[in-house]
Nanobody, 112 residues
């Protein structure tokens, strides 16, 4: 069974940066296909970025050019580097494994 633990959230001013981490543990785990989602208050949980099976990446349009998803296979950890943050990026950010396991989430608040 896979377990995911996110970290790195916090309060940042508009234009600032944060790096989220998602550490995975357990058996039968593959970092390929892992993804970041976010859920703003009163809204549905939406995909932000994904590591694809063939090693490439996918981003939703609203974060392209600002967010970067990456991996450290040796550490079984996925990252989300978030630059030029905007107030509309405020949400709880979750990582998700291909089998459907979710992490507990980490709060990101962008505010002056």
């Amino acid at each position: 069974q896979v377990q995911l633990v996110e970290s790195g959230g916090g309060l940042v001013q508009p234009g600032g940066s944060l790096r989220l981490s998602c550490a995975a543990s357990g058996s039968g785990f593959s970092i390929n296909g892992m993804a970041w989602y976010r859920q703003a208050p009163g809204k549905e949980r939406d995909l932000v970025a994904r590591l694809t099976t063939f090693g490439s990446t996918y981003y939703v349009d609203s974060v392209k050019g600002r967010f970067t998803i990456s991996r450290d296979n040796a550490k079984n950890t996925m990252y989300l580097q978030m630059n030029n943050l905007k107030p509309e990026d405020t949400a709880v950010y979750y990582c998700r494994a291909p089998g459907g396991t979710w992490g507990q989430g980490t709060q990101v608040t962008v505010s002056s």
